[in-house]
């Protein structure tokens, strides 16, 4: 354990987070999601939620306020414009955390290519279907590293 790092941060997601760049995109995906078909890496966060998880994540990841979206959820496939509860709930978390930042529907096809480009997929134990989100990071700022000189 670590003073100041979120307790669901393992090894490898700290590794992960830390060596993104602006602009570079994150998986969050539920236990039916394709990780491991993608071609990116993957970190495997089984038995951890999508909810807490994106917390966590939050916590130490600036969105890309740059970009004109930089928070993505998959869109139901037969119900495009419903969005389902767990897609509520990121957008409460996020804009908890990050800020005013839309989540952005993308179709199930377009949210698997735009995955496929992303830098890690986390492939959760979430069971919530459509609980998946793309993230893209942003600059951490000067002032924000202040208290480490």
């Not at 496929?116 to 893209?136: C, D, F, P, S, W």
């Given at each position: 354990?670590?003073?100041?790092?979120?307790?669901?941060?393992?090894?490898?997601?700290?590794?992960?987070?830390?060596?993104?760049?602006?602009?570079?995109?994150?998986?969050?995906?539920?236990?039916?999601?394709?990780?491991?078909?993608?071609?990116?890496?993957?970190?495997?966060?089984?038995?951890?939620?999508?909810?807490?998880?994106?917390?966590?994540?939050?916590?130490?990841?600036?969105?890309?306020?740059?970009?004109?979206?930089?928070?993505?959820?998959?869109?139901?496939?037969?119900?495009?414009?419903?969005?389902?509860?767990?897609?509520?709930?990121?957008?409460?978390?996020?804009?908890?955390?990050?800020?005013?930042?839309?989540?952005?529907?993308?179709?199930r096809f377009a949210f698997y290519?735009?995955?496929?480009?992303?830098?890690?997929?986390?492939?959760?134990?979430?069971?919530?279907?459509?609980?998946?989100?793309?993230?893209?990071?942003?600059?951490?700022?000067?002032?924000?590293?202040?208290?480490?000189?």
């Open positions: 354990m670590l003073r100041g790092i979120h307790p669901l941060l393992g090894p490898e997601l700290l590794h992960a987070l830390r060596t993104m760049g602006h602009g570079d995109e994150i998986v969050i995906a539920d236990a039916n999601f394709p990780a491991s078909t993608l071609g990116c890496p993957v970190v495997r966060a089984d038995g951890v939620l999508a909810e807490p998880l994106l917390e966590a994540i939050l916590t130490h990841f600036p969105l890309d306020t740059f970009a004109p979206a930089s928070a993505f959820r998959m869109a139901m496939v037969d119900t495009p414009d419903v969005v389902p509860p767990v897609c509520v709930s990121f957008q409460k978390i996020i804009t908890r955390l990050a800020g005013d930042f839309p989540v952005e529907p993308l179709e290519e735009r995955s496929r480009k992303a830098a890690y997929v986390v492939a959760t134990g979430e069971l919530q279907l459509y609980a998946n989100v793309i993230l893209k990071k942003g600059v951490v700022r000067k002032e924000e590293l202040a208290q480490f000189g």
